[in-house]
């Protein structure tokens, strides 16, 4: 719909009108400066701090160091070739960006909430030496902009947005596309009045593409401030054929009550056509901007009648663009007012097929005088609705980057476009609410000084790794109260103090896994803190001490248990458990926090499971029986066979790591027996049984797992791999991932059982296990393993792909296809078609996202390549799994029946999906640079340029 603004009203007599008018104007402009807030002019690329008044604008410019980041960019100087018209002294000095792919400029102390006029000032002059001309993008925040494209190297380029501020502060980045290296000679904010270009709001901004004062009696006057109090340029209007009268007057052409208060410098003077048939045709480029981003174009056509008509003559005209009639109502013509500052502008914005504007006014047939127009703007209309990350942790971020100082790549908003993301932080995006940061990766960042608390105003952060850096100073306990927090890594720093007591609750819970080996003035329990090296030394002589009286112990027992036996009917469980205290504990020192393990006798066992009655299973260590606690908790108890070829050794390392161990994902072990001959370890009892069941159907509801389920067992298992691998110092190795080994509760989380062939990587601790036997299941073992007889974590994740084709597949590891084949070669040989259907499970129905699956299957490949360099790290897998699990759920509610075709890049009504690039990337803090569909659209838009040469201002 187009506003009609036709002449005033004449129910009130024009002169008090115009009084009346004359004042509210004269006040309109004492607001303008005051209460508006004030003029930001910044001259980019000044050296120093300091900035000047502009003799001819009478503008007061700072330098841009205030608004930079103090190591982004490099300062030049235009190079002023003799011939050159003087330029505004702020178009001399440039900030050039040769580094990074997005740099900004901050500007803050903004009030929410006010339309500003935000202007950019591109003016190249071979400021580098090297004569070539850039094309870069402009963003206002995380909203794309323009494109800065400098086609005329003394041609200075304005990029203006007319914008409602959403903060109080705003940045404005350049985007390195690959073509040029971005530059800026200045920024301007003029605050507007709310009520001017009403169609600028917090979801949508005004792109000037064209602002022309037609018919200036001096073509070299560009009108700015002070001319116009919010100091618009108005370009003025070279009509080169000549084929228009111009029309002038003298006589101020105030403001009145508009929308757009035009100054009267450029509604002064008009066009119009000498005879009063002809027709005013005004060809105008409206750029190539990509339909998807632009909401349409709109016009502002301004218009004052500048002749006093003799009261038997009449100016009046039809409004088309292109070809089509603009104006509706009484006579569906337009009659400009006399010294009547008026305009004529679209209520919402129009498409246009056409890459031109095309303007014609037409006298009506009652008109004695021909048309006039004052001036023009035409402006493109784009969306601002896309949100930057969540604002608190924008700003605890923020803090973290100015505590040390980090330069890298952050600059911008952290998460948005996905291009760009920060450098090592892993961000979550959803539909209806702003970015989230989820983990972040600073080890290895030579970071020093104390553990900044604006960590713990990141509350969404589940990953947090600080290891490898300098920091001193205690833990803060505030950070054990993130509550998405799960694992802290802080190793291998220079941390004192103890573990706060927040953390230690959360550790034994389970809900946060905290690693922080290799600080050594940590205090790790509740001794006094002492030197690493008298600890180290005093944990040894405890060693000693402890095998000693383990051996004693033992012997004591073994008597004891032969005297026990003959009287076994008579002893009752009377709460006479011996908790194991030291022995196990002690003996790792710093590397594990102490936690209670229970020391059952066999005779407790034996009522435990009342009679060894109920099989759970059996593995290569013995029979796993069923059995409750006094307190009715359900264990298992894996007891030791005497036919067992897992021996002592085997047995007391299995309880000594388990000891250890204690993650979400891994089984819990609740206590051991070692009772004479008979050794045992008592477990959690994990209902739901393994995962080979589940995936075969054998699963007690007879139902079949769901795709969800599966994704998210995965992660949960490489959760507990990768706490194995990272977690444990020095790492371990689980020998035998398979899905027998994948344990499930009533909830269906999966938990990583039988450590009992784990063994640390270290060399130093291997006096329990022997390393020269192959171990492993048929299907799952690492060839590079069988031929090196060399574990690795990485023949965990060639063991773990196996795992995720059984999921995806609800094949078995070695399938009768009806010879024997690997489940590997088997996918490998269908997925190589592109035949997703021929490898997922039927049993599913169909029900499940393809890109996620595939997104799977292609981890599950890189998992199980024959280089174990090639396969990721269980990191990664975590990174990637979870990925793969957010795949699943943005489809949640947009379409669960059509399965989509699988596409690298996923679009739809999500605005952040354009950003989102799915390609699976290996390294977890490598920001994929893939290009998606709009980002190269990005690049085809082109941008309003005024660069008719250099402009006076
Ligand atoms: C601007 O003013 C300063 C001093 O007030 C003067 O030295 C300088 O020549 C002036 N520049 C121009 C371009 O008028
Ligand atoms: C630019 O010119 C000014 C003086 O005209 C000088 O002070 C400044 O150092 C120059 N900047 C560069 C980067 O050469
Ligand atoms: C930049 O402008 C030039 C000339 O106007 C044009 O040929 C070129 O395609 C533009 N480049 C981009 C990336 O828009
Ligand atoms: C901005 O204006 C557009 C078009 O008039 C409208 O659809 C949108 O809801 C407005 N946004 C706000 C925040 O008012
Ligand atoms: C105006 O146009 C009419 C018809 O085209 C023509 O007869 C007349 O001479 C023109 N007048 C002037 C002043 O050009």
Same mark, same amino acid.
């Given at each position: ?122 003016? %190249? ?148 056509? @000498? ?205 054990? @109260? ?50 690493? @090296? ?313 029900? %499940? ?65 354009? %950003? ?6 290996? @390294? ?30």
């Amino acid at each position: 719909m187009e506003l009609p603004k036709p002449r005033a009203s004449t129910a009130m007599p024009m002169a008090r009108l115009l009084l009346l008018c004359l004042a509210t104007s004269s006040v309109l402009e004492v607001v303008a400066q005051s209460n508006l807030g004030r003029f930001i002019s910044i001259d980019c690329g000044l050296p120093g701090q300091t900035g000047y008044v502009d003799n001819r604008s009478t503008l007061s410019y700072a330098t841009d160091a205030a608004f930079i980041d103090a190591n982004a960019g490099s300062n030049h100087n235009i190079s002023v070739q003799s011939g050159t018209p003087t330029l505004p002294k702020s178009l001399y000095s440039v900030r050039s960006f040769p580094d990074g792919a997005r740099n900004c400029h901050t500007i803050g102390s903004l009030e929410s909430g006010l339309k500003y006029l935000i202007r950019g000032d591109f003016l %190249y002059g071979n400021y580098d030496g090297l004569n070539r001309l850039p094309v870069f993008d402009l963003y206002l925040g995380v909203n794309l902009w323009t494109t800065v494209n400098i086609s005329n190297p003394y041609g200075a380029v304005y990029a203006e947005a007319i914008v409602v501020v959403p903060d109080d502060s705003v940045q404005v980045c350049l985007m390195n596309t690959g073509s040029g290296t971005p530059f800026i000679n200045g920024l301007d904010l003029r605050p507007l009045k709310n009520k001017l270009y009403p169609l600028a709001n917090e979801t949508q901004a005004l792109v000037l593409l064209h602002r022309l004062n037609l018919g200036p009696t001096d073509t070299s006057i560009t009108i700015s401030y002070p001319d116009d109090p919010y100091d618009r340029i108005w370009t003025p209007y070279v009509d080169a054929t000549q084929q228009w009268g111009e029309i002038s007057t003298d006589v101020e052409v105030p403001y009145n009550a508009d929308n757009f208060e035009a100054p009267s410098a450029v509604m002064q003077t008009a066009i119009t056509t @000498q005879n009063v048939s002809d027709s005013i045709e005004l060809t105008l480029d409206l750029g190539s901007f990509p339909a998807d981003l632009l909401l349409g174009y709109i016009q502002v056509l301004h218009f004052a009648e500048l002749k006093k008509l003799p009261s038997n003559s009449l100016r009046q005209f039809y409004i088309y663009r292109n070809g089509a009639l603009q104006l509706s109502g009484l006579e569906n013509a337009y009659t400009p007012g006399y010294l009547w500052n008026g305009d004529f502008y679209s209520g919402s914005p129009f498409q246009s097929s056409s890459s031109d504007y095309i303007l014609t006014l037409n006298a009506t047939p009652k008109s004695t005088m021909p048309p006039i127009i004052n001036a023009i703007e035409i402006f493109s209309v784009i969306s601002t609705a896309l949100v930057g990350t969540d604002l608190n942790d924008v700003s605890a971020i923020t803090e973290i980057k100015g505590d040390y100082q980090v330069s890298k790549n952050w600059m911008g908003d952290p998460c948005i476009p996905t291009s760009v993301v920060w450098v090592g932080l892993t961000c979550s995006y959803a539909v209806s609410t702003p970015p989230i940061i989820t983990s972040i990766n600073m080890s290895f960042s030579a970071l020093d000084g104390l553990l900044s608390s604006s960590f713990a105003n990141l509350r969404n952060v589940q990953y947090l790794n600080l290891s490898n850096n300098n920091l001193i100073g205690s833990i803060p306990d505030a950070l054990s @109260q993130l509550p998405s927090l799960t694992l802290l890594d802080l190793s291998n720093n220079k941390l004192n103090g103890s573990i706060p007591p927040g953390f230690l609750k959360r550790i034994q819970d389970g809900s946060l896994d905290l690693r922080y080996g290799n600080n050594p003035n940590l205090c790790t329990n509740s001794r006094a803190c002492q030197p690493a @090296q008298v600890r180290s030394k005093r944990a040894i002589i405890i060693v000693a001490i402890v095998v000693v009286i383990t051996v004693i112990v033992m012997l004591v027992a073994v008597l004891l248990f032969c005297v026990l036996r003959r009287n076994k009917k008579a002893l009752k469980l009377k709460n006479e458990r011996t908790t194991s205290t030291s022995t196990a504990n002690v003996i790792y020192g710093d590397s594990s926090l102490r936690l209670e393990n229970r020391r059952f006798t066999y005779n407790e066992l034996d009522i435990i499971t009342t009679n060894f009655q109920q099989v759970l299973g059996k593995g290569g260590f013995g029979y796993v029986y069923h059995g409750i606690l006094e307190d009715g908790v359900q264990v298992a108890v894996k007891l030791r066979s005497h036919s067992s070829n897992q021996g002592v050794k085997e047995f007391i390392a299995e309880a000594q790591i388990l000891t250890r161990i204690h993650h979400k994902n891994l089984v819990n072990m609740i206590g051991y027996c070692k009772d004479a001959e008979y050794m045992a370890l008592v477990y959690e009892y994990m209902p739901e049984g393994n995962l080979r069941e589940h995936i075969a159907g054998k699963d007690l509801n007879g139902g079949c797992l769901t795709w969800r389920q599966r994704l998210r067992i995965a992660l949960e298992s490489a959760q507990g791999l990768e706490y194995l691998h990272n977690g444990c110092n020095p790492p371990l190795i689980h020998r035998d991932v398979k899905t027998t080994n994948i344990l499930l509760n009533t909830q269906l989380e999966a938990k990583i059982a039988d450590f009992g062939l784990s063994k640390a990587f270290s060399v130093n601790n291997d006096a329990y296990v022997s390393t020269n036997t192959l171990v492993g299941t048929p299907g799952y073992v690492d060839p590079e393993y069988q031929a090196t007889m060399q574990p690795s974590t990485k023949s965990n994740v060639y063991s773990f792909g196996v795992v995720l084709l059984e999921l995806i597949t609800g094949k078995p590891a070695i399938l009768h296809d009806p010879e024997p084949i690997g489940i590997i070669r088997w996918a490998q040989q269908r997925l190589a078609r592109g035949d997703i259907e021929g490898v997922v499970d039927s049993r599913m129905g169909g029900d %499940y996202d393809v890109n996620s699956v595939w997104k799977t299957a292609e981890i599950a490949l890189k998992c199980t390549e024959q280089a174990s360099l090639q396969r990721p790290s269980m990191t990664d897998l975590v990174v990637q799994l979870r990925e793969c699990l957010e795949l699943g759920e943005d489809r949640t509610g947009i379409d669960t029946n059509n399965k989509p075709a699988y596409t690298g890049v996923s679009s739809g009504a999500n605005p952040y999906m354009g %950003y989102k690039s799915y390609t699976t990337t290996w @390294q977890s803090n490598d920001v994929s640079q893939t290009k998606t569909a709009l980002d190269v659209e990005h690049s085809l838009r082109r941008m309003p340029s005024m660069d008719d040469g250099p402009a006076a201002r």
